[in-house]
């Protein structure tokens, strides 16, 4: 029998550099490699493999030839020990694999911790949303995706990814989706922890609050006309798409899929243009009841500041964890009138079921890129929770303009909110993690915590 490489053709092989083949010729390295970039590593065929780089079939058609006193032994013998050393390298990444509860090399990710940016690298710089999260759940692997603006990370097992996403609210949406589309990620039973500091309003909570979040609410998809030209009998200069001033009734017609009063209680749900977006309430509850009483971090300069805010006894107040909605706008807006239109615009759109929680660029792309891997099969929005943490006040404090307070100089909430994020989050991580057993194939909901 002639040996024939994957191009049908003769190999020609020296003595030195290589492994045995035909009639103990040895054949070259380079064979090997060939024969190794050929194949899937989780599909390799070791008696193929051993056919390869010895010309014989298993181990004893080599015993039987060392009675043929032709034999030149000195062929097989680092051909047998290159058979064994790839053999055990086989086996230590099948064992590697295994560890992630995977033989076909997919990363099946319990938890997904999704941030939007990082002031610089991933570790040992000045924090941004991401940094405790690789440093503190040794995040240590990084990997490349096609098409994501930024490498993730992950830790040993796979069992937990964290990624930076943004910022804005459509480099969100780009990305989760080159991620969830991904073929080397199994995204179904994956639960997603979307989390980042915010802008928080002074009459309903003080800096480094945690705000559980129950509605996303797109703050950009409005008519506009400047408050200097609008009629005087307005509270603001923004009205809905297919309205002709605020507050304009009825937002839709009554009970019809974009009335939010008459969504289903369970699940996820947005209305048709995603403008808003309902979290999971059972999971959403679940998280809330977990954490509801972590002590979250306070500084005497965030006291001083809460201070200033005379009139405002929210913001004077411990930080906590609370619910509210998330209002995500592309435009940093900062002021007691844009404070008004947050608060107006959530009850507007959300037909009277949420109030104003949270403000931030992010949320509604990312959560309209869920949506959409949802329906791809690729991902569950129903094993979604949303975290927001209060960075800085979403308005001046009696007696300062609001140019002033929008550039004041030095955030006193941002390290606390950081903090205030991975104290409340790590806290469901860990406990998606150490019960995947049980959430694997169960979401979880405050009823089911309560019956353990």
């Given amino acids: 029998m002639t040996l024939r490489n994957p191009l049908n053709r003769r190999m020609r092989t020296r003595m030195s550099g290589g492994v045995a083949g035909e009639s103990g010729r040895p054949l070259p390295l380079c064979r090997f490699a060939l024969y190794c970039e050929m194949r899937d590593i989780n599909s390799l065929d070791t008696r193929g493999l051993f056919s390869w780089t010895t010309g014989r079939e298993n181990l004893q058609e080599i015993i039987m030839d060392s009675t043929n006193t032709r034999w030149n032994w000195r062929g097989y013998l680092p051909s047998v020990c290159l058979v064994i050393v790839v053999l055990s390298c086989v086996g230590l990444v099948a064992s590697l694999r295994a560890q992630t509860g995977t033989k076909t090399g997919v990363i099946r ?9 990082e002031v610089g690298k991933d570790t040992g710089d000045t924090p941004g949303e991401l940094q405790f999260w690789v440093e503190r759940d040794h995040l240590d692997r990084v990997i490349e995706v096609p098409g994501m603006s930024r490498t993730i990370r992950a830790n040993a097992d796979g069992s937990e990814l964290a990624m930076a996403v943004g910022p ?37 909570m003080s800096l480094a609050s945690a705000v559980w979040t129950d509605y996303v609410v797109n703050g950009n998809l409005v008519h506009e006309i400047d408050a200097r030209e609008m009629p005087k009998d307005w509270p603001d200069g923004f009205y809905a798409l297919d309205k002709s001033r605020p507050d304009e009734q009825p937002r839709v017609p009554v009970g019809s899929e974009d009335d939010v009063r008459t969504w289903p209680k369970q699940g996820a749900h947005s209305n048709r ?34 201070a ?29 009138k ?42 569950d929005w129903n094993r979604a929770l949303l975290l927001r943490t209060g960075s800085n006040f979403d308005m001046q404090a009696p007696g300062e303009t609001a140019e002033q307070s929008a550039n004041r100089r030095e955030s006193f909430g941002f390290e606390p909110a950081l903090e205030s994020a991975y104290a409340v989050g790590s806290r469901i991580v860990k406990t998606l993690i150490d019960g995947w057993k049980q959430y694997e194939e169960n979401i979880p909901s405050e009823a089911g915590q309560m019956k353990q």
């Fill in 109 to 117: 990710p319990k938890v997904i911790v999704v941030v939007y940016f």
């Fill in 273 to 306: 243009s995603g403008a808003v977006v309902r979290m999971n309430p059972a999971l959403l509850a679940w998280a809330y009841g977990l954490t509801r009483e972590i002590k979250l971090p306070e500084n005497d300069r965030m006291r001083e500041l809460g």
């Fill in 168 to 204: 804005g609210n459509i480099r969100p949406g780009v990305n989760l989706m080159a991620f969830g589309l991904d073929p080397r990620f199994d995204l179904k039973k994956s639960y997603w922890l979307i989390n980042g500091i915010a802008g928080v309003s002074p009459r309903e």
């Fill in 338 to 379: 844009m404070d008004e239109w947050a608060h107006r615009w959530v009850r507007y759109m959300t037909d009277g079921q949420a109030s104003f929680g949270s403000t931030a660029e992010n949320d509604s792309g990312a959560m309209v890129a869920l949506a959409a891997l949802t329906r791809a099969g690729r991902a």
């Fill in 308 to 336: 200033l805010y005379k009139g405002y006894p929210a913001a004077q107040q411990p930080p906590q964890v609370r619910i509210g909605a998330n209002l995500a706008t592309e435009t940093y807006w900062h002021g007691a």
